[in-house]
């Protein structure tokens, strides 16, 4: 007799003592689910989002995208892309972008695998399911772990919170674009397709 499906929240946090590679192949083998690691090992199971929400992500990822071809001083990532944070966490911004010299400083195993690295930007977008609180968290977390700059996207507020290190969080209302800054040098995102 087969076991009947587990229904589980739509965000779940559990406490499980994984590897790393036990952490990689439990993603590897459950491809239809999405998985984060906070630095203490609990274990976060996310939904996959709603239509509005994936296509704002899959609109801010063209963007980012283009911008980084066109340039070519980094490479960007999808929502799909794990991180192995310094402090431990493995996380998925929902866009993010390292600078060249550090994709170029990885060795081929390292670009196969969750990258052991923070980038450089990343981006969070709320969606319905999202706890804000805990999105901040792990923004500031990005932060410490050496992120030079992220944007929390509450696209149902229009609100967007930026992150820098070592200054207050900046909060703007409303706005139609957001500037790459020093980070992403000419990289303007038009917020009217995704807020």
Known sequence: MEAPPISLPSTVELKIDLTDEQFWQ???NNRD????RTASGELIIMSPTGGETG????????????????????????????????????????ASWIAI???????REQRRKFLPLCPDFVVELCSPSDSLNKTREKM?????????L???IDAEARRVEIYRPGRDVEILENPSTLSGEDV??????DLTTIM
């Open 26 to 28: 439990l993603c590897q």
């Open 33 to 36: 689910l999405r998985f984060e």
């Open 55 to 94: 296509n704002r992500n899959i609109e801010l990822a063209y963007q980012l995208q283009a911008w980084s071809r066109q340039n070519k001083l980094g490479k960007a990532f999808d929502s799909s892309t794990g991180f192995k944070l310094p402090n431990g966490a493995d996380r998925s911004p929902d």
């Open 101 to 107: 010299e550090r994709w170029e400083s990885l060795s």
């Open 140 to 148: 500031q977390e990005y932060i410490e772990n050496g992120a030079r």
């Open 150 to 152: 992220g944007w929390l």
């Open 184 to 189: 992403l040098p000419g990289f303007l995102l």
